[in-house]
């Protein structure tokens, strides 16, 4: 089975544009949640979407949108981006929403914000 | 305070030591997760726990949800588990959960 799949792996853009990366998720799962990693605050939570719809969205201000396709794939969006939007965005799949699944995490995409 | 917290933040030891990563949180949980990252940023779920202890291999997790305490430990432990280790917890709203939160992470040099 095809683990989770982020595109683009790496991406530098410059203060104001935006971005959207893609999350595909295992074959099967149709949970998909967003997290940001930078070193000064570690990991965050930014949205959980489970059968096209938020379930939950972390504390994140408005430029940060997401969405999930009926095929389950997700895409987040940031506009407006900032210096500090640079950080490494994680997705993780699991099977359905609930506490008690696993979540299997893709290799990331590094964003860079000039 | 964050509501997760983990210790020690840095930990280097001797091939073959037993390792112990410590993680207390304070709000209630239905669920708490070990989560592996090595350099590169590749995150690898170890252990999902609400309850009790699990096995995996040389990795063993357990927690305690009266005390709000997990513990990850590592046996025999080997150069290839030199990563950072991190705890994670999801409170339970309304009738489902919460998204992940997250310790500072361990980060765990073990030395031939």
């Known amino acids: 089975k095809a683990g989770v799949t982020q595109t683009p792996r790496y991406l530098i853009k410059t203060r104001g544009q935006q971005v959207t990366l893609s999350c595909s998720p295992i074959?099967?799962?149709?949970?998909v949640s967003w997290y940001q990693q930078t070193p000064g605050q570690g990991l965050q939570f930014l949205f959980e979407?489970?059968?096209?719809?938020?379930?939950n969205k972390g504390n994140f201000p408005g430029r940060f949108s997401g969405r999930q396709f009926s095929n389950s794939r997700s895409e987040m969006n940031v506009s407006t981006l900032e210096l500090g939007d640079s950080a490494l965005y994680l997705c993780?799949?699991?099977?359905?929403?609930?506490?008690?699944?696993?979540?299997?995490f893709g290799p990331g995409t590094r964003l860079t914000v000039l | 305070k964050n509501e997760v917290e983990q210790s020690p933040q840095n930990l280097t030891a001797q091939e073959g030591e037993f390792i112990t990563i410590n993680c207390s949180y304070s709000?209630?949980?239905?669920?708490l997760h070990w989560l592996q990252q090595h350099p590169g940023g590749g995150i690898v779920s170890l252990f999902m726990?609400?309850?009790g202890k699990k096995k995996h291999g040389r990795l063993i997790a357990t927690i305690n949800i009266q005390e709000k305490h997990s513990s990850l430990h590592i046996t025999a432990s080997h150069p290839r588990d030199s990563a950072v280790y991190i705890c994670?917890?999801?409170?339970?709203?309304?009738?489902?959960?919460?998204?992940?939160?997250f310790g500072k992470g361990t980060h765990l040099i073990i030395q031939p």
């Open positions: 993780a799949s699991s099977f359905s929403a609930s506490s008690y699944n696993e979540q299997f």
């Open positions: 074959s099967g799962h149709r949970s």
């Open positions: 979407y489970f059968s096209e719809t938020q379930r």
């Open positions: 709000v209630g949980i239905s669920a």
């Open positions: 726990l609400s309850s």
């Open positions: 994670a917890v999801r409170r339970p709203i309304g009738g489902g959960a919460d998204g992940l939160t």
